[in-house]
T-cell receptor, first 110, second 117 residues
Framework: GQQLNQSPQSMFIQEGEDVSMNCTSS?????WLWYKQDPGEGPVLLIA?????ELTSNGRLTAQFGITRKDSFLNISASIPSDVGIYFC??????????FGTGTSLTVIP | GAVVSQHPSWVICKSGTSVKIECRSL??????MFWYRQFPKQSLMLMAT?????????EQGVEKDKFLINHASLTLSTLTVTSAHPEDSSFYIC?????????????FGPGTRLTVT
């Protein structure tokens, strides 16, 4: 099935730095979701966005639903070692089809 | 809320045997559940969509006779890998779609690591 373009593919940052990743699609979606997956675990939902332009925060995480409905970004402020993992975006269409991004691997160096 | 469990967490089986993996939504009813397969350092690959009370819809390239899916109730879907072979070794993850009142998001199980020897 379709996969969303997610960038960057991987990031290595120092603890305390901010992180930004984004996801783009050629199709429009009615919902954007961001998940985090730890090694050997299933993805955990971080933030869900339902309206174009919506900006939502969850602690140090902030995500926005792009105005065009074709993109979304996730920011993590003041990163900490436990932020390590793979972050996936996902888009849900009006037909309730669900598409995953390619993932961004985050490494936080203490 | 919106917790999904999977059982077993990991399983080792011999080539030629069948393995059943269970996926349960613990605190909500899910008319739709999904089964994914994930290879190391890759994104999740959708295998099939499981609808309660009807046949599963398989993605292109996924053998429905090899990966049997049964969605017997609103809280349980099972995936049976029949006549497993080493190439079936992978991380299998299920998800359940939350009802409309919870936003239709997918909530994922913790995954099952299958190793076929």
């Amino acid at each position: 099935g379709q996969q969303l373009n997610q960038s960057p593919q991987s990031m290595f940052i120092q603890e305390g730095e901010d992180v930004s990743m984004n996801c783009t699609s050629s199709s429009i979606f009615n919902t954007w979701l961001w998940y985090k997956q730890d090694p050997g675990e299933g993805p955990v939902l971080l933030i869900a966005l339902y309206k174009a332009g919506e900006l939502t925060s969850n602690g140090r995480l902030t995500a926005q639903f792009g105005i065009t409905r074709k993109d979304s970004f996730l920011n993590i402020s003041a990163s900490i070692p436990s932020d390590v993992g793979i972050y996936f975006c996902a888009g849900q269409s009006w037909g309730n089809q669900f598409y995953f991004g390619t993932g961004t691997s985050l490494t936080v160096i203490p | 809320g919106a917790v999904v469990s999977q059982h077993p967490s990991w399983v080792i089986c011999k080539s030629g045997t069948s393995v059943k993996i269970e996926c349960r939504s613990l605190d909500f009813q899910a008319t739709t559940m999904f089964w994914y397969r994930q290879f190391p350092k890759q994104s999740l690959m959708l295998m099939a969509t499981s609808n309660e009370g009807s046949k599963a819809t398989y993605e292109q390239g996924v053998e429905k006779d090899k990966f049997l899916i049964n969605h017997a109730s609103l809280t349980l879907s099972t995936l049976t890998v029949t006549s497993a072979h080493p190439e079936d070794s992978s991380f299998y993850i299920c998800s359940a779609r939350a009802p409309r009142g919870l936003g239709y998001e997918q909530y994922f199980g913790p995954g099952t690591r299958l190793t076929v020897t």
